[in-house]
């Protein structure tokens, strides 16, 4: 394999304005960190999941989801489908409208403008009543997702540039079964396949960058009960299975840094977090019910992911391994809400959250600029008739400014690529409908018994 100087002084050939000492910085920068495969957290529940799974949910601030209310429930608790008399299905659609700046403190004091993508997140549900007790189910789902691009030349180029997107669609088969009018259990398999791009420069050389782009696929499960214990409460209880994600793929690298770089067919495995969620719906009056969820994600065990030749050797740029630095801690959301039923048709519902963030300021990266959030959300159901009604939904994310501190003692520190701080400043609005639909014919009211008149 050749000498990194002897790749240096086929760089200094390039010549027009790239000096043999920027070039060195490019290739001493690739050896000494290589690509950090990271998901930013544009996403928009803890690390780089998606909490838009149900505009009935969102309307609350998912308050009470997992304890059901609706088909969509089905997400944080299989057994909720259990609720759904009949053949019936929802459809979803969300508009998630992020804004994430970042504000240099070192470096060129280059910042960026708006690197974050409005997104559009559809997902549906399906339910299908086969006995009295018996219930199969079908969900439709997009739980991780990213899409965001960064300028070129900034001051953090070095450890994010160019395009990184992320899409995920999970199909689970579900099954429940009601063992009494005060209990039923749920369970469904989880099969994802994953897309994602990431892409990062190369510290000095305007243009250079590395990439992989890959997809795979990943399997998982989950399982779930539901309580009422009482007429007027409902208790919910979720949980979805970590998946470990395979992600097959291609390392690019700029073709004077393929001798002492592994280009070409790369693997890695990113172990995704599972979940538990607690929902409770209790009711006050006719009109008024109580909502309240808390949710914990495992992302603690998603630490560190290598990427691997076809061998299983580490792939490398600059002879130094490709590897994914996440080291997340685990995280948590909490919401309360309410919902109001003005009359037959309209239900009227809000809710707020707030959300604890698995990324820290110590392992906080350019490409994960996630930090703690508050939620605030209305929403509202119509139904149109007997067979059809409508959510809708709308929330605004506080998002807490992100401090970023790539400085020694950070894991994602590179001597060669340089410090970077700075602080990433970030809020997000969501648009959501949906539609539910019966297909079959629900039953028709029992008439009224008439009334003897006795004299």
């Not at 159901?381 to 020694?408: G, Q, R, W």
Request: aromatic share 10%.
């Amino acid at each position: 394999m050749p000498s990194l100087s002897r790749v240096c002084t086929k760089l200094r050939s390039l010549g027009d304005g790239m000096s043999y000492r920027s070039v060195r910085s490019c290739v001493l920068a690739c050896t000494g960190v290589g690509l950090l495969l990271t998901i930013t957290s544009h996403a928009n529940a803890g690390g780089f999941a998606l909490r838009e799974q149900s505009a009935f949910g969102q309307g609350s601030s998912y308050a009470g989801v997992a304890a059901g209310g609706s088909l969509s429930s089905m997400f944080w608790n299989p057994a909720t489908i259990t609720q759904v008399p009949g053949v019936q299905s929802e459809s979803v659609l969300t508009g998630i409208l992020p804004s994430s700046k970042n504000n240099a403190t070192s470096g060129s004091l280059i910042g960026t403008g708006n690197i974050a993508h409005d997104g559009l997140v559809p997902d549906s549900y399906y339910s299908w009543q086969i006995s009295p007790q018996w219930w199969l189910g079908l969900s439709i789902t997009s739980p991780f997702g990213l899409s965001e691009t960064f300028p070129d030349l900034w001051a953090g180029r070095n450890y994010a540039a160019g395009g990184s997107h992320l899409m995920t669609y999970n199909a689970s088969p579900t099954i429940a079964y009601a063992i009494n009018n005060w209990i039923s259990v749920g369970a469904g398999v989880q099969i994802q396949y994953a897309d994602a791009t990431f892409t990062r420069g190369l510290l000095g050389v305007p243009t250079f960058q590395a990439s992989i782009d890959g997809a795979g696929w990943g399997f998982g499960f989950t399982a779930g009960v539901t309580l009422t214990p009482t007429p007027t409460t409902s208790i919910g209880i979720g949980y979805r299975s970590a998946i470990d994600q395979k992600i097959n793929g291609t390392l690019s690298v700029p073709g004077v840094l393929a001798p002492v770089s592994t280009p070409g067919s790369v693997n890695t495995t990113v172990n995704l977090p599972d979940s538990v969620s607690i929902g409770l719906r209790q009711k006050l009056s006719a009109q008024w019910t109580a909502l309240a969820t808390y949710e914990w994600t495992n992302w603690s065990r998603i630490g560190t992911a290598n990427v691997l030749q076809p061998s299983g050797a580490p792939a490398a740029i600059g002879g130094i391994p490709v590897t994914a630095v996440f080291q997340f801690s685990d995280g948590w959301f909490a919401s309360v809400g309410a919902e109001y039923q003005w009359d037959d048709r309209l239900a009227l519902r809000g809710g707020i959250a707030f959300e604890k963030s698995p990324v820290t300021d110590q392992v906080r990266g350019l490409l994960v600029p996630d930090n703690d959030r508050t939620w605030l959300s209305v929403g509202a159901s119509y139904k149109y008739s007997n067979k059809t009604t409508f959510d809708a939904a709308y929330s605004h994310l506080f998002v807490e400014n992100a401090p970023v501190n790539i400085v020694p003692g950070n894991p994602l520190f590179s001597p060669a690529s340089g410090t970077y701080t700075g602080t990433v400043e970030s809020h997000i609005d969501i648009i959501s409908v949906a539609m539910h639909y019966r297909w079959d014919d629900p039953p028709s009211p029992a008439p009224a018994k008439s009334k003897m008149i006795t004299k």
